[in-house]
């Protein structure tokens, strides 16, 4: 079984929550099917974007993204990517419905975002 699953997630951080939900709605053509003072997410395709006021606080303002790649196991990923002398940027947290989420930052500075959902491994299983 494949350990990275693709590309799931891309957060950008906001100052304006409602404002960027007005513009990012206007530019996708369509309205969030998540929407709430602290989180704004668009279903695209089989991707997601979301809109979050904390990401700005969260990571460097000269990049503003975190793309998190699903993974099948978020347990043996932290353990994978500590080994390979990664540094957790962020706790792995379950954000509801047993969706887990971490960062990680690699060697160069760069920052890997995991989100393992578990509809999602069964969803890639049952293919």
């Keep these: 079984m494949e350990q990275f699953l693709g590309l799931h997630t891309v957060i950008y951080g906001v100052t304006d929550?409602?404002?960027a939900r007005a513009w990012y709605s206007e530019l996708l053509q369509k309205e969030p099917?998540?929407?709430?003072d602290c989180y704004v997410g668009?279903?695209?395709g089989h991707c997601e974007l979301?809109?979050?006021p904390d990401a700005r606080s969260a990571i460097s303002r000269a990049d503003g993204v975190i793309a998190?790649?699903?993974v099948a196991d978020m347990a043996a990923q932290v353990e994978r990517l500590g080994a390979m002398g990664a540094?957790?940027?962020?706790?792995?947290?379950?954000?509801?419905?047993g969706v887990l989420m971490a960062?990680?930052?690699d060697p160069y500075g760069n920052i890997i975002g995991l989100i393992e959902q578990p509809q999602a491994v069964s969803e890639e299983s049952n293919q």
């Design 17 to 19: 929550i409602a404002e």
């Design 33 to 36: 099917y998540f929407d709430s």
């Design 42 to 44: 668009f279903h695209l």
């Design 50 to 52: 979301g809109l979050n």
């Design 68 to 70: 998190y790649w699903a």
């Design 87 to 97: 540094r957790q940027h962020s706790d792995v947290v379950d954000v509801g419905e």
């Design 103 to 105: 960062s990680f930052l």
